[in-house]
T-cell receptor, first 116, second 114 residues
Framework: EAGVTQFPSHSVIEKGQTVTLRCDPI?????LYWYRRVMGKEIKFLLH????????ESGMPNNRFLAERTGGTYSTLKVQPAELEDSGVYFC??????????????FGPGTRLTVL | AQSVTQLGSHVSVSEGALVLLRCNYS??????LFWYVQYPNQGLQLLLK??????LVKGINGFEAEFKKSETSFHLTKPSAHMSDAAEYFC????????????FGTGTKLQVIP
């Protein structure tokens, strides 16, 4: 079974440009999460989709970030316009439909974004 | 709110020596606790998890962790380090009861010296 995949693995852009990151979750996983790790700091939650709906987007830093999950399959995270402080590693994770117990989140390899 | 604190951003051990990575948590409700590992150029992999069952949790690759409520700790140990254990390790917490947002520590890079 394929794991969570992310594209691209690396992206280098200039300040003010737009970048779109893509995440393909494990097939059949309704839940999709985005996390970000800024250099030297902890991995922080950005948002959580259940199918195509945003369940929790409390971690999104500002309105330059737009996440979508059309059709409830893959997701994209667009940063427009990118700023220097957006540099970091963006992780995607997916899990089965949660109930009252924890459902393991499976993480992708991450996309390393560098904004110059 | 939940949080975790990892003591030591870098830890070095000799091959064959004990590995001890420290994690303390803060949670107003019973937590679920985790250790993840990230090998170079790979994604985060779940090492082990505590979900209110046995307090001593065994994970993959010979790692284990003990949940100590009195000390609010969840330290990760391995009796004998192997070169392949060199990686970054993250302690993490979520609130029990179906809540899914994972809160991570800052990570500890483990170096294994031959």
């Amino acid at each position: 079974e394929a794991g969570v995949t992310q594209f691209p693995s690396h992206s280098v852009i200039e300040k003010g440009q737009t970048v779109t990151l893509r995440c393909d979750p494990i097939s059949g996983h309704d839940n999709l999460y985005w996390y970000r790790r800024v250099m030297g700091k902890e991995i922080k939650f950005l948002l959580h989709f259940v199918k195509e709906s945003k369940q929790d987007e409390s971690g999104m830093p500002n309105n330059r970030f737009l996440a979508e999950r059309t059709g409830g399959t893959y997701s994209t995270l667009k940063v427009q316009p990118a700023e220097l402080e957006d540099s970091g590693v963006y992780f995607c994770a997916s899990s089965h439909q949660p109930g009252t117990t924890y459902n393991e989140q499976f993480f992708g390899p991450g996309t390393r974004l560098t904004v110059l | 709110a939940q949080s975790v604190t990892q003591l030591g951003s870098h830890v070095s051990v000799s091959e064959g020596a004990l590995v001890l990575l420290r994690c303390n948590y803060s949670s107003s409700v019973p937590p679920y606790l985790f250790w993840y590992v990230q090998y170079p150029n790979q994604g985060l992999q779940l090492l082990l998890k505590y979900t209110s069952a046995a307090t001593l949790v065994k994970g993959i690759n010979g790692f284990e962790a003990e949940f100590k409520k009195s000390e609010t700790s969840f330290h990760l140990t391995k009796p004998s380090a192997h070169m392949s254990d060199a990686a970054e390790y993250f302690c993490a917490v979520i609130r029990s009861g179906g809540y899914q947002k994972v809160t991570f520590g800052t990570g500890t890079k483990l170096q294994v010296i031959p």
